[in-house]
């Protein structure tokens, strides 16, 4: 059995995630005072009462995702499953780091809530919005983005979600059109998503750039185990790398299919989302039919996984 731990990014957050792990136990309480230090706010209280609308603004969903990522990946650690790769989508590759011993909690936590204040602040300079398109190859999503885009008013490719789900990001009138070429070439569906800015795109290049200089000068140690990278979906340990990829992250397309590609012809073949939602675990179906994957979000979820993974309870029904 080879483990992989996967960590959710924007978008899987939720009123009360974490609550039931503060409760019970005194580590994972622990990692949510360091951070609300940290950040100057009460994120234990913003992650279990919200209100949803502020949860949803990316300076403050940022942060309250990677904390409840990191402490229940830490209680599956104590009770004995450690992983042998690590993979997050955008935002959660900063939670594989600090699980992979790359990066210390408390630096993940300053650059995450740099990271979504800068990119809060690039969606409101210059307002963008994303798009789901679902049934189209990457080749044909390519082709649509050229079509839509103008120099002016760009339009990208911001997240290859799976072979058959592709987001795209850029400014308003070219992502529609983009939507509207997108129909007329076959898509199944095209959704317009409820984002606060154009993510993975040039839309972003203010916010990588104010960025660039913390990461840069963040202490990072080698991986422990591999990181497989959103940016070139291969593993990756080194800290100039890492630095590298972090930076280009920003404005470049989350590679998520190719990096799930990788991990299974690494030896990976157990799959563990680690951190609030399901959406990885959906996509999952979408990229390795057959993968055997697990969610780790709740207590009584994580207790599931470490019975059946740890303890061997292969009767056991799988979380959901």
């Known amino acids: ?34 951070a609300s230090i940290l950040l100057g706010f009460d994120i234990a209280r913003l992650s279990f009462e919200g209100p949803a609308e502020s949860l949803r603004q990316t300076a403050y969903t940022q942060p309250a995702i990677l904390v409840h990522s990191v402490a229940a990946a830490r209680v599956l650690v104590t009770r004995g499953l450690r992983p042998a790769f690590v993979a997050g989508h955008s935002l959660g590759e900063y939670s594989a780091l600090v699980v992979a011993g790359s990066l210390d909690f408390s630096e993940a936590v300053r650059l995450v809530r740099l990271r979504g204040t800068l990119m809060q602040q690039a969606g409101e300079r210059r307002p963008g919005t994303m798009a789901a398109l679902i049934g189209l190859s990457a ?19 911001a997240n290859f979600n799976s072979p058959d789900q592709i987001a795209i990001a850029g400014a308003v009138p070219a ?36 960025l660039a200089d913390a990461i840069t000068d963040t202490p990072m140690r080698p991986c422990g185990v591999p990181l497989i990278a959103n940016v070139t979906a291969q593993p990756v340990s080194d800290p100039l790398d890492i630095r590298r990829l972090l930076i280009e992250q920003v404005t470049s397309p989350v590679q998520w299919a190719a990096s799930m590609q990788t991990l ?54 799988s979380p959901s």
Do not use: W
């Open 264 to 317: 299974a012809r690494l030896g990976a073949d157990v799959f563990v989302e680690v951190g609030p939602g399901t959406v990885l675990r959906g996509l999952m179906k979408r990229i390795l039919k057959d993968a055997r994957t697990l969610n780790a979000d709740t207590l009584k979820q994580i207790e599931q996984v470490v019975a059946e993974l740890v303890c061997g309870d292969s009767g056991k029904k």
């Open 175 to 210: 992502v529609r059109r983009a939507m509207g070429l997108a129909k007329a070439a076959g898509a199944k569906r095209v959704i317009e998503l409820e984002v606060s800015g154009a993510f993975h795109s040039v839309l972003m290049a203010r916010a990588r750039d104010g």
């Open 1 to 34: 059995m080879t483990v992989a731990f996967l960590f959710p990014g924007q978008a899987s957050q939720y009123v009360g995630m974490g609550r039931d792990l503060y409760d019970r136990i005194p580590e994972v309480s622990g990692l949510y005072e360091q």
């Open 139 to 157: 080749e044909d999503v390519e082709c649509v983005c050229r079509e839509a885009a103008t120099a002016e008013e760009p339009v990208q490719p």
